[in-house]
């Protein structure tokens, strides 16, 4: 337990450290800056458009530090240590999915003020994105770590980590975005019911290319 009680702490002042926060934070912020430019200056539309580019940005946000979830351990041989020890891959990818999580998601709430802001986005639809991206998150985050785990093998993996995991988040953002139309009541609980499996099965699923990395 102790093991990985540091492996969850060092996942987590990895995040936070070195600057690495910042990466996806800025990324999520210069999203929102740059799309108001695209769009031009209609106010009405860039407030129907920007909740779904906020998801948008929320996803490659989550994706975007995947080279530093996995491939560190591998190469430093900290995930040989843990099965010699006696620790499945499974609690494993689910400690890396609990640190990514927390280390990122919890500034991305922040960002997410400014960059509604910036995006035109009204209290309602504020509190909306805010909900929805706090129940996305753990989601986000097992795809991520199961994107780095499939990739940590190979050369310029983390180019296509992404392409890997995309047709999984794709509920995600439809379900997301969906919360912001004032009839789609019943996305908040198709969200949830998305991001619950996800994050269920992402553990198993990350797991099992843990064990692909040893073979």
């Known amino acids: 337990?102790?093991?990985?009680?540091?492996?969850?702490?060092?996942?987590?002042?990895?995040?936070?450290?070195?600057?690495?926060?910042?990466?996806?934070?800025?990324f999520f912020l210069l999203v929102a800056t740059a799309f108001p430019f695209a769009v031009g200056p209609d106010a009405p539309l860039l407030a129907r458009t920007g909740?779904?580019?906020v998801w948008v940005a929320a996803l490659l946000?989550?994706?975007l530090p995947i080279d530093r979830l996995v491939r560190p351990d591998r190469e430093a041989g900290v995930l040989d240590q843990l099965?010699?020890?006696?620790?499945?891959?499974?609690?494993i990818a689910a400690i890396k999915i609990a640190a990514?999580?927390?280390?990122?998601?919890?500034?991305?709430?922040?960002?997410?003020?400014?960059?509604?802001a910036l995006l035109a986005q009204d209290g309602v639809r504020v509190?909306?994105?805010a909900t929805g991206l706090a129940i996305a998150i753990p989601a986000l985050a097992?795809?991520?770590v199961l994107s780095a785990a499939l990739t940590a093998g190979l050369k310029g993996g983390n180019a296509i980590g992404g392409l890997l995991v995309l047709p999984l988040a794709v509920p995600l953002l439809i379900f997301g975005a969906g919360m912001l139309d004032p009839a789609g009541r019943g996305a908040v609980k198709l969200?949830?019911?998305?991001?619950?499996?996800?994050?269920?099965?992402?553990?198993?699923a990350a797991g099992a290319a843990l064990r692909g990395l040893r073979e």
């Open 61 to 63: 946000a989550a994706l």
């Open 51 to 53: 909740g779904g580019m």
């Open 100 to 116: 990514h999580a927390i280390g990122f998601g919890l500034p991305l709430l922040i960002a997410l003020l400014p960059a509604a």
């Open 83 to 91: 099965a010699v020890r006696g620790f499945a891959d499974e609690i």
């Open 1 to 26: 337990m102790t093991a990985l009680l540091t492996l969850f702490w060092r996942d987590l002042r990895r995040a936070w450290g070195s600057g690495a926060l910042w990466l996806p934070v800025t």
């Open 191 to 204: 969200l949830a019911a998305s991001s619950l499996l996800l994050t269920v099965i992402g553990p198993f």
């Open 127 to 129: 509190e909306t994105l």
């Open 142 to 144: 097992s795809l991520a």
